[in-house]
């Protein structure tokens, strides 16, 4: 589907996440996989991406300079956000 024109969109890229009995593999390593094999870069919609921010925004009325971002997952996350979100962060 993708070589035919279909896009590839992904909720996120993270490697891996923490399960109870360790750390598992996530979304990342298969959309890296799948950009690769087609050549298509996928659209992350989840976070930390900034589409995922500003719609989250969208119903209150409000710019992202109004708005404060509370992190909840890794460091990595949290910086990745902050530089490429037009949000104010905490």
Known sequence: LLHDGAQLIAIHK?????????PALGPGPFVSALEYASDVEATVVGKPSEN???????????????????????????????????????
């Open 14 to 22: 993270a490697r891996y996440y923490q399960r109870k009995d360790g």
């Open 52 to 90: 995922f921010f500003l719609s989250s925004i969208a119903g209150f009325g409000c710019g992202p300079q109004e708005c404060i971002m509370i992190g909840d997952v890794s460091y990595k996350a949290r910086v990745f956000s902050l530089l490429t979100s037009t949000a104010r962060h905490s």
